[in-house]
C-alpha cells in the first residue's frame, strides 16, 4: 500500500452563500472551475482544479474557526498578498518556518486558507 499524494482538499460553506463563494474562489483568488459530476450536482457546492489538485467547496451548515486548512503554495506571496489586501481579505502573518514564506486568511465563510512559497 502507497499513499501517493492529495487528490483534493474539501471546505465548507453555508448552502446560502454559493454565489459568494464563486466569486471568491473563481474572481479573488483567480481559481479555475472545473465541472462536477452530475451524480453530485444536486449536493451544490463547486469545485476548482489547482496544479494536479483540486479544491472542493461543498455545502454544510456546520461552520466554526479552528486550525484546519488548505495550505496552497504559490509563486508572487507578496504579490498574492497585495492583491488580496486590495480586495479587503484580512491577512494573517504566521510564524515563519524555516526555507518558506507564508501568510493566512479567512475566507468569507471562516475557512482559514494558507498561502506558501519557497524562499
Known sequence: MKISGI?????????????????FYKEVLGLKEIPKPKALQKN????FQIGS?????????????????????????YELRDHLIVHEVKVQNE????????????????????FIEPE
Open 7 to 23: 487528490h483534493h482538499v474539501q471546505l465548507c460553506i453555508p448552502a446560502d452563500k454559493e454565489l459568494e463563494a464563486m466569486k
Open 53 to 77: 489538485q483540486e479544491l472542493h467547496i461543498g455545502v454544510e451548515d456546520q461552520s466554526f474557526k479552528g486550525k484546519h486548512h488548505p495550505a496552497f503554495l504559490v509563486q508572487g506571496l
Open 95 to 114: 510564524v515563519q518556518i524555516p526555507g518558506y514564506i507564508r501568510f493566512s486568511i479567512r475566507d468569507p465563510f471562516g475557512n482559514r486558507i494558507e
Open 44 to 47: 451544490g457546492g463547486m469545485w
